[in-house]
């Protein structure tokens, strides 16, 4: 009897465990995961790995990296938005699929679905081309498109990317005519361009820079706010008065609706040291994002303004939602 | 030359590093065990390895990473051969005559030379990196859509002559893994297709569940039908290794298992998945025994693991020189060398010397490791097959699943898995081949999306397919594959092995 008794107690209290650690007042008390919505290798994969031991530091706490790749994000990005406001599912990725995805898509979540907790790294498109071609800038480029209406083609990093929406507002602005060649992704698009198949490319910033930095490819322009200081030569596209064509390619925190006040700081004053951190800072530059830490309500207006110059463009191109 | 030494040398010395030759060791440990398990492959683990090796040096972590990708073409073969199930997509071909061996208790044999065959292969893969790396990519990259498209159709038609049974069969299989291929976003527009509005679709049908199921599923179904004290093959083990005569008959096909998959895996899109499926056929159709193929012949054992090796090396060239990813297991090397802070690329060779040329020497070491690693496991695994079947199918079932989740976390895939393991089955029972639809679904994805990229380059005029020399010579190849047949009629028309009997 007391054997059994004991057995029971033993049970009793098997059961209580994890329940009662959940409920502890001290955060985190298990494991965060983090849900990424990329294929490891993929841009938004390889932002949060570069952080991932500086800011499992600053946390306090472990964070276990997950990969839900698929649908453009959109299975990690549902996967958040169901899962338990507790602070212990937080999605991990770029902004696109929520900025961009939405806009062009009817999906089952959408901006206002999410609290935002941070931005921390920034990438750009670029428009690149190979050095022998007739243009040496994006003005040469764009003269020659007007004199050959149609006769360019161009690769993209895929139809429903910010580096095409960009490019086709581009050329719509100017009342310009090339054909985009859709790849799926950035590097298929760069390799088009370097073997010749395509005659410029835009696509991620990120995947172009070594090239460029080997003058096998010319980065005509970029879409970030300002020049990269690695590459100064190459003009943004608000120098160009072409401004109103960019699209943010941010990477950022996000967690379900509901998630209590505190873990959001706890997770952002973390995420902000991680962003200070030089090292951490030099690594996601090599990689070729730059680094600014954008607290949750900064993140949300950027993702409300990235999403309206999306929709924007679709207009004027005459790209419908699907 | 004389630069090459010295480069070599330089190289060597950073590889022969004691801290640096563990970790090529453990890469390759771990490439050799994740290998063997079905359906956990080398892109899963490493990803999972990622976050252990960022705190270590840049070389040594991307040797271990690299250790993993081609440790786990050795052990990819091991329960393709003992249970008829592929450790890796790559070794899919490995289960038409290494299975039959071991159903004839000469699975050590069969064990052994895909250990030797990779480890030639992977030495001569990498001498090819090490010798031509730069000028192969620049060459790479010039081949287009349209070349492409060329290439894909003269790989398929060289493939679908191998698969036993009749052609009908195998051309109503490769029809369907084709279907299949069409299902998820369009490459071109992004259209949803087939995917009944559901996300996990959307993608398309995930490939480890494809083959999983396929493979893997459909065998425990078809070996638990029949009696209850099933075992993999009856009887002694025949000797564990190679005969003088079993490697008579191999070395030349790995020789050229290794050329076939070193220049195949530097394309993009091909892996190292369909250099195996060209290596077997490219056997089977200069083989003085054709009919012999796929009842256990030592050849198409040895010529597709030599393949999918020195496809591991090719791929890596664009990756070295480019820094271009031709594989789904290349990017994830990509993102390694990009979170230590180093760009791979056309300056990684100028820039980072040590990395470079240490990686690059770390895989001669690592092959030279997984010889002596696999060579004394071979005993082992072929003692594996005389543990009855009723412990075995459960611990296969279970891998099964943990393979086809792991790949992007998604409970939906083990279902997708079981569909596709009915599907196998019903097709084992009909007696129509599976390969041929595995081939024809990665295959299918790339051909639709290089048609259309080719076409709205050249407006929709069909003249591209033709207007590049290496285009044209491949669809003249192709012709003669196809016309081949009605030539040799009456002489020694090439004859399928028997249908397997049940």
Not at chain 2, 369 to 394: E, F, K, S
Not at chain 2, 395 to 408: D, K, Q, R
Not at chain 2, 414 to 420: D, E, G, N, R, W
Request: glycine share 12%.
């Amino acid at each position: 009897m007391p054997r059994r008794s004991l057995l029971f107690l033993f049970v009793v209290a098997l059961i209580c465990l994890p329940v009662k650690s959940a409920h502890s007042a001290k955060y985190p008390g298990y494991p965060v995961q983090f849900i990424i919505s990329f294929p490891p290798g993929g841009p938004g994969d390889t932002t949060i790995r570069i952080i991932h031991p500086a800011l499992q530091k600053n946390f306090g706490g472990a964070i276990q990296l997950v990969n839900k790749p698929g649908a453009g994000g959109a299975i990690a990005y549902t996967y958040v938005k169901k899962a338990k406001p507790d602070g212990y599912t937080i999605l991990s990725t770029m902004s696109a699929p929520l900025t961009v995805g939405t806009a062009l898509r009817t999906l089952s979540f959408g901006l206002d679905d999410y609290e935002y907790i941070g931005a921390y790294a920034f990438g750009a498109t670029g428009i690149v081309s190979k050095p022998d071609m007739r243009w040496k800038n994006l003005d040469g480029l764009l003269a020659y498109i007007k004199k050959n209406p149609g006769k360019l083609n161009y690769g993209t990093s895929g139809a429903p990317t910010a580096p095409y929406l960009t490019m086709a507002a581009i050329l719509a602005m100017q009342g310009l005519k090339a054909t985009p060649v859709h790849y799926k992704g950035s590097g298929p698009a760069r390799n088009a361009a370097l073997g010749g198949h395509v005659d410029f490319s835009a696509g991620g910033f990120g995947a172009m820079q070594a090239l460029i930095r080997a003058g096998k490819l010319v980065g005509l322009a970029i879409t970030d706010n300002a020049r990269d200081p690695k590459f100064p030569k190459i003009p943004t596209l608000k120098e160009k008065g072409l401004g109103r064509a960019s699209i943010g390619l941010w990477a950022g925190l996000w967690a379900p609706k509901g998630t209590p006040k505190a873990v959001l700081d706890k997770l952002s004053a973390a995420l902000k040291k991680t962003a200070n951190d030089p090292a951490v800072v030099k690594k996601l530059n090599k990689a070729g994002f730059r680094v600014e830490f954008v607290d949750g309500a900064g993140a949300k207006k950027l993702a409300r303004q990235d999403h309206e110059t999306s929709k924007e463009i679709m207009k004027a191109v005459g790209i419908k939602k699907k | 030359m004389g630069d090459l030494f010295a480069n070599l040398y330089f190289g060597f010395s950073v590889s022969l590093a004691p801290y640096n030759l563990l970790a090529c060791f453990m890469g390759v440990f771990v490439g050799t065990a994740i290998g063997v398990l079905p359906g956990l492959g080398p892109v899963a683990t490493m990803s999972l390895l990622l976050p252990i090796t960022i705190k270590m040096e840049p070389t040594a972590a991307i040797i271990i990473m690299a250790g993993v990708f081609y440790g786990a073409m050795y052990g990819g073969s091991t329960t393709s051969i003992l249970l008829n199930l592929p450790g890796e997509a790559s070794s899919v071909v490995t289960t038409l005559d290494g299975y039959q061996m071991a159903r004839q208790g000469r699975a050590g044999p069969a064990l052994a030379i895909c250990a030797w065959g990779s480890f030639i292969a992977g030495t001569l893969g990498v001498l090819g990196i090490t010798l031509m790396a730069p000028a192969l990519a620049e060459m790479a990259v010039k081949i287009g859509p349209p070349e492409l498209v060329a290439l894909l159709c003269l790989s398929f038609l060289l493939v679908v002559q191998f698969s036993g049974g009749s052609r009908p069969r195998a051309a109503a299989s490769a029809l369907l893994g084709f279907l299949l291929s069409t299902v998820g976003l369009d490459p071109v527009e992004s259209t949803p297709r087939y995917d009944f509005g559901t996300f996990t679709l959307m993608d398309g049908v995930g490939f480890a569940p494809l083959v999983i199921g396929l493979f893997g599923i459909s065998e425990v179904l078809i070996n638990l039908e029949k009696s209850e004290k099933m075992e993999v093959f009856k009887g002694r083990i025949k000797g564990l290794w190679p005969t003088r005569q079993d490697w008579r008959d191999s070395a030349p096909a790995i020789g050229r298992g290794s050329v076939v998959g070193f220049f195949m895996g530097i394309l993009p899109g091909m892996g190292t998945i369909v250099p195996p499926f060209l290596s077997y056929s490219l056997e089977r159709r200069i083989s003085k025994k054709p009919e012999k193929f796929g009842t256990g012949v030592i050849e198409g054992v040895a010529g597709p693991e030599a393949a999918n090796n020195s496809a591991t090396a090719g791929s890596m060239i664009p990756l070295l020189t480019l820094g271009i990813a031709p594989s789904a297991a290349v990017a994830v090397l990509t993102a390694a060398f990009l979170t230590h802070g180093v760009q791979p690329g056309p300056l990684l060779i100028t820039e980072h010397p040590a990395i470079f040329w240490g990686v690059v020497t770390s895989m001669y070491t690592g092959n030279a490791l997984l010889l002596l690693l696999n060579l004394p496991l071979v005993g082992m695994w072929a003692r594996l097959l005389t543990v009855p079947y009723r412990y075995l199918w459960p611990m296969i079932l279970l891998f099964c699943g943990i393979g086809a989740y792991s790949v992007s976390n998604n409970p939906v895939d083990v279902l997708l898995m079981a569909v596709f393991g009915l599907l196998g089955y019903m097709m084992r029972k009909l007696n129509y081949p599976g390969a041929p639809l595995v081939l024809a679904f990665v295959l299918g994805r790339l051909f639709e999306e290089k048609v259309r990229q080719s076409l709205v380059i050249s407006r929709g005029s069909y003249e591209t397919f033709i207007a590049h020399p290496l285009a044209l010579l491949a669809w003249i190849a192709s012709a003669i594959l196809l016309l081949y047949p009605f030539f040799m009629r009456g002489k020694s028309a090439p004859h399928f092995p028997p249908e397997e009997e049940e």
